[in-house]
């Protein structure tokens, strides 16, 4: 899915993928912070909280997804290698893209990390 | 591409001895640092790098001189060396001083000196701007230490938690207040570096150093230096809050009143934690310098480092709770933090395994640096294991707050901070002196600081998990933990003896000794260039690099450098200048010119630092002349070095490049530090605004139903006022570039009246409805933000003020409106922060 071809690597693109774990992250913690902060009941059920945070959860790991998909596929087509040390723009694309790649593998896996306590725990105790 | 074809024909022949030694004379006399008294006065990386080093070292020994006299009172069981009101400052300032006073600045000081010199640059670009960190960070530090001669230190542990710290009856004195005031100055300084650092390492990059080419400590650099600007700024807004609680009584952490002591933990760690990666990462940079080096190889799998410094970055923001599992939380909050700390072990771990792939597949030379790196590496990794077993909430309910947590720390700490920097000081410190270190005196430091170290802490872990508390200045000999701990003091100063034959290498007279070789350890990057003992100018000629190692893979590379033969070699301006390139690839963009020595750098320091400790001490009447000093030494100092017009728009770089001179906007560097800057800023603002919707999670009814402030009506007149004050600001830098100066000057002078009147309006509105900060943390809160917003509306009252004083006396123009640029960026966050302080004091409480 190359809606614009192939898109120039910078910074940015970079860093797309741990800040959509660390939107996660604060979303999760927040909602579950509003939920059962006040401390008000402890033993009430959380369902609705663990559901949103379930379909935030698929949407990160749909996201950090094409985020793999598209470095993935420019990374393979300069050649996948990982080699990336030359004066080239080339290079430079190839060092930038295999790097998301790497942050992107490493944001799936700390997304689902901070999904597990939710399948783990139902209410505010 | 050859150099030689590059040459213009008029170009100075750089093969002439005689044109060369007329451009290092040149050279030589526009980075002389100054004679005298004024060499105080000299803001040149080098200096400044180095007295920033040698005074962050002065702190460590002085915090470890109390460490040893806590390891003197534990020595045996019910001791009385220390009383426990002493031991309870000793503590507190050891802490407090090796974190705030040794190992962040020491990140920033290494940085300031090496970072230059692996960019190929001649100097960082806002070195006036290092120069007032280095003063801010002598003031406070003295400040906060010196506080112990008079029996005044703070007293409850480095990180502060209230209640004990803001009731007067649990801790009487001025303790508190010369924590918060000296560090919040102290953390004003890091983020100066953090802005300097940010810049220098994407914007001073020598021509040709695309992204994937940058020395590894230029990206661990660049993450760190973006990890203090989102991690110490939430830390100042906890500071605002708690001084505000101690000098007028307005209940943020004070549950009686709807405060939550809860708070300032959690301010504190979303700082506190980032901190301990923003410690470690530089050290661990230094290693990925040094590991080339020495294996004789390229790194193995950059771009994993890459990864793991971002990586670790980012994660470590998620971990700040695993400093609070014992507070109560609901479980499923800490199962979040622990899963985020678990999760922070595989970038972590990534890097370690990089360096041993690299010393694996190198042929290692074995070498005094060598030797630290690996005993960095054995004693960093048992911390990390520890630290997977204290992420683990039960485990940690165990052993919180036990001695366990005091080996874990340390093994971190040392093994991840001091051994990586005592290796960089023995691989370093030829570019500083011009000399190597003994390599006798370094393999026995190493062996009794090694030694010393894991016979000391390793105990602490049973001492721990016998039950043994933390920060308490006794314990019975019926716990059964003294030969545990009379081994851990008396390894103490083994370990402290072993510094000490570091420092004695360091210090002792050595003017017989010959200069080292140059590159004495064969390296490969940009730093070796270094001459020895090594020119004021940084680099003789500002390189083309086309590699990640030019010494190790450019042909001729040292030479060519020496001879002049690329970018910037002579001073034909007598101007001190640089390069400015562009972010992803290199390309040269600009010749900068910095700055040269000023004092104006001290005063604004020393008038900034008046300001805190008049203050601590309440005396008002000073703080506000302190105030007053502090503003107008600023502005001198920005009005007569920043931003000036040149004589000609463009200059000969060498190798038939013409650059421009001046740039504004997005292109020029001030743009950038004035963005980042903002960034830091709106993060504490955030932290602000964090406070606020705690409260509003805590509470059950927050606001409390009976309030009626701050009311709707006068938050809408200030938000109008405030985006008419923004509305100027842009149209003024748009009529200024479109030539209609007199319109621009109009706009200006509206500006600076709109802003003020919107602060104003901002402030009625909470003090027209009767909200009284100390009746509830309600108020309070509303008030915090409130004025912080009215603050910066002023602040950018006095910005336009000072354009349209540049535009009357023609230091601003239509082509060169730098001044202008950054204030209009300025008024976008101070939009942004408006709107948000409005829209959540006024219109948030009607929606719910």
Known sequence: MQIFGK?????????????????????????????CAPNADPFTRIGGTRLAIGVVTVVCLVLIGLIVRRSWREWRVDGGGTRNNQDTPEARERFLEFSTLLLAGLSFTAVIFETMPVLLIGDCR | MTQATLYPSDAPNQDDEEVRRGQEERLRKVWAAPK????????????????????????????????????????????????????????????????????????????????????????????????????????????????????????????????????????????????????????????????????????????????????????????????????FPPLIAGDILFELERLFDW????????????????????????????????????????????????????????????????????????????TGLPSISLGFFSAASEAVAIPTGVQIFVFIATLLTGRVIFSVPMLF??????????????????????????????????????????????????????????????????????????????????????????????????????????????AANMVSSISAFVFAAGFLVIVWDVLRPRSKEPYAKRNPWNAGTLEWLSEMPGESWGVRSVPIVTTRYPIWEQPNFIDDVDKGRFYLPDATDMKRETLITSVLDGSPLQCLRVPGPSFMPM????????????????????????????????????????????????????????????????????????????????????????????????????????????????????????????????????????????VARFLMAAGVVLSLCASASLLWGPYTTGLDPSAHVYPATVWVLAIWTAVHGAVGSVMFGYCLARSITKRMTPAHDIDLSNVALYWHFMAFTAFFTIATLAYFPMSV
């Open chain 1, 7 to 35: 898109t120039q690597d910078n910074l940015w693109t970079l860093i797309a993928a741990p800040t959509i774990w660390a939107f996660h992250f604060l979303f999760c913690y927040f909602l579950a912070a509003y939920q």
């Open chain 2, 36 to 231: 005298g008294w004024r060499y105080w006065s000299a803001v040149n990386n080098t200096e400044v790098g180095i007295w920033y080093t040698a005074v962050a070292f002065g702190f460590m020994l002085f915090a470890g001189v109390l460490a040893l006299m806590m390891r003197v009172q534990l020595a045996v069981p019910d001791n009385d060396f220390l009383s426990a009101t002493f031991y309870n400052q000793v503590y507190t300032l050891h802490g407090t001083a090796m974190m705030f006073l040794f190992a962040v600045p020491i990140f920033e000081a290494v940085a300031i000196i090496l970072l230059p010199q692996m960019l190929g640059a001649r100097d960082l670009p806002f070195p006036r701007l290092s120069a007032f960190g280095f003063w801010c960070f002598v003031i406070g530090g003295v400040f906060v230490c010196g506080s112990i001669f008079f029996d005044a230190a703070p007293n409850a542990g480095w990180f502060m938690y209230p209640p004990l710290t803001t009731r007067e009856q649990y801790t009487p004195g001025y303790g508190p207040d010369i924590w918060l005031l000296g560090l919040s100055f102290i953390e004003v300084a890091s983020i100066a570096a953090a802005v300097e650092l940010i810049v220098g390492t994407l914007k001073c990059r020598p021509p040709g150093m695309r992204l994937n080419l940058m020395p590894l400590y230029g990206w661990y650099v660049l993450v760190v230096a973006g990890m203090i600007l989102f991690a």
């Open chain 2, 251 to 326: 209940p943020f952490f004070d549950p009686s009143r709807g405060g939550d002591p809860v708070l300032w933990q959690h301010l504190f760690w979303i700082f506190g934690h980032p901190e301990v990666y923003i410690v470690f990462l530089p050290a661990i940079a230094l290693v990925a310098m040094i590991i080339p080096t020495f294996a004789q190889r390229p790194i193995l799998g950059y771009s994993w480092i890459v990864l793991a410094a971002v990586g670790t970055g980012f994660i470590s923001f998620g971990l700040w709770v695993h400093h609070m599992y014992t």
């Open chain 2, 373 to 482: 790196v690996s005993g960095a590496l054995a004693t960093f990794v048992i911390g990390g294991l520890t630290g997977v077993m204290v992420a683990l909430v039960p485990f940690d309910w165990q052993a919180h707050d036990t001695y366990f947590v005091v080996a874990h720390l340390h093994y971190v700490l040392i093994g991840g901070m001091l051994f990586p920097l005592s290796a960089g000081i023995y691989y370093y410190w030829p570019i500083v002196s011009g000399r190597r270190l003994s390599d006798r005196l370094g393999k026995l430091a190493f062996w009794l600081m090694f030694v010393g170290f894991n016979v000391a802490f390793m105990p602490m872990h049973y001492s721990g998990l016998a039950g043994m508390a933390r920060r308490v200045w006794t314990y019975p000999e019926s716990m059964g933990v003294g």
């Open chain 2, 603 to 742: 005063w604004a320091a020393i008038f900034t630092g008046a300001v805190f400790i008049f203050a601590t001490f309440h005396w008002w009447a000073a703080t506000i002349g302190a105030m007053v000093l502090s503003l107008v030494s600023i502005i001198v100092w920005l009005w007569r070095g920043t931003a000036q017009i040149p004589e000609v728009r463009e200059k000969e770089v060498g190798l038939g490049l013409k650059l421009p001179l001046y740039e504004s906007g997005p292109q020029s560097i001030g743009w950038w530090a004035m963005f980042i800057t903002m960034l830091g800023d709106a993060t504490a603002f955030m932290g602000l605004i964090f406070g606020y919707f705690y409260f509003f999670t805590i509470h059950v009814d927050f606001p409390p139903p009976t309030t009626v402030g701050p009311g709707v009506l006068w938050p809408t007149v200030a938000l109008m006022l405030f985006a008419a004050a923004w509305a100027s600001a842009l149209l003024a830098r748009w009529s200024n570039r479109a030539e209609h100066v007199g």
